[in-house]
């Protein structure tokens, strides 16, 4: 079993700034792609940014610039640093994780919600 925790969400003015968090924990063997989405209403979930072990980035273009994803390897964890946010950043934030040999485990979202 493997539990994916996420921290971080909440209400923000735009221009302001939060960082999610999200750790795992139990049976890992070695997580090689970590990821951020986002689901709003009305669209298909995306994938906001993404970081790889070694640490290669990538963004969607709408964050570029304002988004930093980073990780911890030996924490099992990735982080997502959110700056100069605006209104359509709102959406639910979930961290994706892919075991080499396990396969892909999810968090259970965390709502983030940038108020103009």
């Known amino acids: 079993q493997v539990q994916v925790v996420e921290s971080g969400g909440g209400l923000v003015q735009a221009g302001g700034s939060l960082r999610l968090s999200c750790a795992a924990s139990?049976?890992?063997?070695?997580?090689?792609?970590m990821g951020w989405y986002r689901q709003t209403p009305g669209k298909q979930r995306e994938l906001v940014a993404q970081?790889?072990?070694?640490?290669?980035?990538q963004y969607i273009d709408s964050v570029k610039g304002r988004f930093t994803i980073s990780r911890d390897n030996a924490k099992n964890a990735v982080y997502l640093q959110m700056n100069s946010l605006k209104p359509e950043d709102t959406g639910i934030y979930s961290c994706?994780?892919?075991?080499?040999?396990?396969?892909?485990?999810w968090g259970q979202g965390t709502q983030v919600t940038v108020s103009s």
């Open positions: 139990g049976r890992i063997s070695a997580i090689a792609i």
């Open positions: 970081i790889t072990n070694p640490a290669n980035t």
């Open positions: 994706k994780m892919i075991d080499t040999l396990y396969g892909s485990y």
